[in-house]
């Protein structure tokens, strides 16, 4: 009987390729499901974009060295991932740099220290990747050589999803030097406890957010956080 079954099995292993081969309806994933280390932050993104580069992506967002102790210490309290829709992954692409046009989603999560915890706020949360409101704008303004210039702000929603969470959505362009005019998508939560800052960022340029919005949409959507128990 275990034997006979086997065979069926093996037998169904080998004939379910071969049908993929003539039939329609085989076809892989749809999208990947990307999940914080801890199981509370998720969400999904077209299977066919690339995960980028860790080390690359931490120095492009953070300026630091990926092997000095500053690092080591900020990977103790963020994690961050990227995915890149272009055929060759990068972290240049975070603000639209020789991307052919094609989309970018940066997502992390920070743990905050307890002398952090209090200091949040929303604007906090909307300035979580790029400077949002205008005195951070202003701020960076200053620094020579700052690529972002020509902010528009095209939405801007408080989000209270339940569970304790609360958070952000906001949707804004800059004109980047090199790039053009790039829409940015971003939805930031704080978690019930005011542990951990849970955020999403998706880049394309202005045409192409125009053009892909439903997709875009369809991502930050599936951007979750459950509710931390202790």
């Known amino acids: 009987m275990k034997r006979s079954r086997a065979r069926s099995l093996a037998v169904s292993a080998g004939v379910v390729p071969a049908l993929c081969g003539v039939l329609t ?6 999208f990947t499901y990307v999940r914080h280390d801890d ?12 995960k980028v580069d860790q080390k690359e992506l931490d120095r492009a967002t953070t300026g630091e060295d990926p092997e000095s102790a500053a690092a080591r210490l900020r990977r ?3 994690w961050s991932i990227g995915y890149d829709a272009h055929a060759e992954p990068s972290a240049g692409h975070l603000l639209g740099h020789g991307t052919g046009d094609e989309p970018f989603v940066f997502a992390k999560v920070t743990t905050l220290l307890p002398e952090a915890r209090d200091a949040v706020s929303l604007n906090g949360m909307r ?19 700052y690529p972002l210039t020509g902010f528009e702000l095209l939405a801007d929603e408080v989000l209270q999803p339940g569970d304790g969470l609360r958070g952000v959505h906001v949707r804004f362009n800059y004109a980047v030097r090199g790039a053009g005019t790039q829409t940015f998508d971003l939805t930031s939560y704080l978690a019930g406890d005011g542990g951990q800052i849970s955020t999403l960022l998706i880049r394309c340029s202005a045409g192409c957010y125009r053009r892909r919005a439903a997709e875009f949409d369809r991502i930050a959507h599936s951007f979750k956080v459950k509710r931390l128990t202790g």
């Open 39 to 50: 199981g509370h932050t998720y969400f999904k993104v077209p299977a066919t974009w690339r």
């Open 127 to 145: 300035n979580s990747v790029i400077p949002v409101t205008e005195p951070l704008r202003k701020e960076y303004a200053q620094v020579p050589g």
């Open 25 to 30: 309806g085989c076809a892989g994933p749809e």
């Open 76 to 78: 103790r309290l963020v």
